[in-house]
Each structure stands twice: as structure tokens, then as C-alpha cells.
């Protein structure tokens, strides 16, 4: 099972949107709505941010919101803030028993400029 | 409130098996809809899923780690154990584990494990 693909890093301003892809197969992030991500500060444990694609935690702020669309599934930042500065990853369910069940992505460095 | 800790030796020599212990509380591991992993980052780099153990007791494994990696739980004790043969310089680490419901809900804080004679 091959990890997902991110970009390396994004970068944007406070106050402003940026979105970060996570492009896996039909057998991962196209096969299932099970996408999750979660970011992680340095020297921290990653946070669950979303779940089932576009589902966000109790506290997560509504500015996450995730998207699918076939094999590529999105997380998009609004209103950009100083403390959105992290490195976020992607994960996706990928089978079950007979396979890995999940993989994750290659981890995005988000900077505010 | 859910917690998970992870607890192991913080250095192991090359070839040594290499067992880690997830300690949870706030939850039973008997509760359906919830499974845990382990996962691991290496310094620098991204993470990595390496196994997990559903509610009913079914296993799934890394594919390209499956031969080394053995996860069990003991519900009465509220663990679950990760054990992976064989260790490698390459398996330095900060090992996670983490708790599934929705996504990985809740993780403990990680323990790194240092590969080295």
C-alpha cells in the first residue's frame, strides 16, 4: 500500500484560504468515505481535525472543512491563522483484514506568512 | 475523559523484538465500532500506520511490515500490545498509539524508540 500524496508544503497569509490535496487509488481514498486528517505541531501528537471526508470533531473550528472527489480528497483552511501552522497529514481506510486497513499521506507543511 | 499511553523500552539493539504496551482508559476495548493502532513517525518524517486490532478482535497489518508485526489486546487489562521482530536502525521512531471511532479520535503521547547497538 503505497502512501498518499500531499504536497510538500503550502503556504498563505493570515486571513486567507488555502487547500491542500491528498490523491490516493480507487482502493483507498476513492473506494471508501473514510478519509480522515490531522494536524500535527511540532513535538506534539496529531490532532483529529476531520473524519468521513467532511465531518469535523466537537471543537474543531468550522473554518476546516474537508471534500472528496474521486481519488483525491481536500482540506481546506479559511481564514487562515498564526496557530494553523503545522505539518497536516491525510489517512484514508483502505481495506480490512486480508489488507492494510488504513495509509496515510506523505504530510503537508502548512506556513502563514 | 479517553487516554492512551504507550509505554516500552526507549532503546533496543539491531535484531531485538521490540514490545510496546498501550495503557487506555475513559473507554473499554470491548466497545464496538472501536478499534486502536499503532503508528509510527520517524524523526523528520511522516506517519506511518503499522497495525490495528478492531473491536471484534480482527487484526490488519502494513503490508510491507506484516511479517514482523504481531498487535494483541487484553481487554481486562485495558491494553494492547505491539510487538515487531527484528529491529532495524531504520525503525527509529516515535511510536503512537491511537484510538479509531470516527477517525483516530484519540492518540497518547508517543514513545520514540531508538534502534542502536
Known amino acids: 500500500q503505497s502512501a498518499l500524496t500531499q504536497p510538500r508544503s503550502v503556504s498563505g497569509s493570515p486571513g486567507q484560504s488555502v487547500t491542500i490535496s491528498c490523491t490516493g487509488t480507487?482502493?483507498?481514498?476513492?473506494?471508501?468515505?473514510?478519509v480522515s486528517w490531522y494536524q500535527q505541531h511540532p513535538g506534539k501528537a496529531p490532532k483529529l481535525i476531520i473524519y468521513?471526508?467532511?465531518e469535523r470533531p466537537s471543537g474543531v473550528p468550522d473554518r476546516f472543512s474537508g471534500s472528496k472527489s474521486g481519488n483525491t480528497a481536500s482540506l481546506t483552511i479559511s481564514g487562515l491563522q498564526a496557530e494553523d501552522e503545522a505539518d497536516y497529514y491525510c489517512?484514508?481506510?483502505?481495506?480490512?483484514?486480508?489488507?492494510?486497513?488504513?495509509?496515510f499521506g506523505t504530510g503537508t507543511k502548512v506556513t502563514v506568512l | 475523559q479517553v487516554t492512551l499511553k504507550e509505554s516500552g523500552p526507549v532503546l533496543v539493539k539491531p535484531t531485538e523484538t521490540l514490545t510496546l504496551t498501550c495503557t487506555v482508559s475513559?473507554?473499554?476495548?470491548?466497545?464496538?465500532?472501536?478499534?486502536v493502532s499503532w503508528i509510527r513517525q520517524p524523526p523528520g518524517k511522516a506517519l506511518e500506520w503499522l497495525a490495528h486490532?478492531?473491536?471484534?478482535?480482527?487484526?490488519s497489518y502494513s503490508t510491507s511490515l506484516k511479517s514482523r508485526l504481531t498487535i494483541s489486546k487484553d481487554t481486562s487489562k485495558s491494553q494492547v500490545v505491539l510487538t515487531m521482530t527484528n529491529m532495524d536502525p531504520v525503525d527509529t521512531a516515535t511510536y503512537y498509539c491511537?484510538?479509531?471511532?470516527?477517525?483516530?479520535?484519540?492518540w497518547g503521547q508517543g514513545t520514540l524508540v531508538t534502534v542502536s547497538s
Open positions: 480507487s482502493s483507498d481514498v476513492g473506494g471508501y468515505n473514510y
Open positions: 491511537a484510538l479509531s471511532y470516527g477517525g483516530f479520535d484519540y
Open positions: 468521513d471526508v467532511s
Open positions: 489517512c484514508s481506510y483502505a481495506g480490512s483484514y486480508t489488507s492494510s486497513a488504513y495509509v
Open positions: 486490532i478492531f473491536s471484534n478482535d480482527e487484526k
Open positions: 475513559g473507554f473499554s476495548l470491548s466497545n464496538a465500532r472501536m478499534g
